[in-house]
């Protein structure tokens, strides 16, 4: 069976590509060349590793990119010389996203995350330990902690190229929402006002000090887009000039 991709649903940046696959994997796993590590992994383990790979070549085929994807000791992703990417992957949807990024032209950084809605303890527990105090004033809702968080994860992806170390929740605030078509969301504006089936735009983050300083910037600013119950979140980083 061939695997059939899909265009994100999320906004992309100027110059970049991405593309999901969703489905059973059990079928394209037989001929695939695992890492060693992965080799006696549990099938479910096994299936998310093979789908963000198949996403992330795909993204790099639409990206006319040559190369594939390589996995390093801690088990990140190893992308071909000159291209930065990021690929996620939850409960049977894989996403990948790529550009171009070498000697100070294109992207430093790229990430990309996939969410489903928070609700319950798994909610509670994110307010809890991944929110700022404003954030949890300002997102309380189970969609806005959800899209905080993800954008909160695409950081710290897009991030961790440059920064080279552990970056915590806390070095990052979402302080804007913006929805594509319509008016300018205001902080405090639930976003479960919206239809979680199409609601998509822009958010933004200030950055701390320090990260701040590592990446060149004080804030960030990249996109969001609501498909059915998953938010997906993408954040590129422009590489130095």
Known sequence: MTPAFDDLPVALPVGCAGARVAGDPSAWTEAFDWPTE???AAMSRRSDFLMGRLAAVEALRRLGAEGSVGRSPEGAPVWPEGIAGSLT???G???AIVGRGADG???AGMGIDICPRLEGDRLRAVVRQCLTEAEREAWASEEAATLAFAAKESIYKAAY????RFIGFDE???VDV???GRSRVEKHHPVDAFDRRTHAGTWTAVLADELARLLGVDTVTGSYAWDGELVYAVLALESSR
């Open 38 to 40: 992965l080799t006696d």
């Open 89 to 91: 992957h939850h409960s």
């Open 93 to 95: 949807v894989a996403a």
């Open 105 to 107: 032209q294109g992207y």
């Open 161 to 164: 190229p440059r920064a080279q």
């Open 172 to 174: 990052a605030e979402i």
């Open 178 to 180: 913006g929805d594509a």
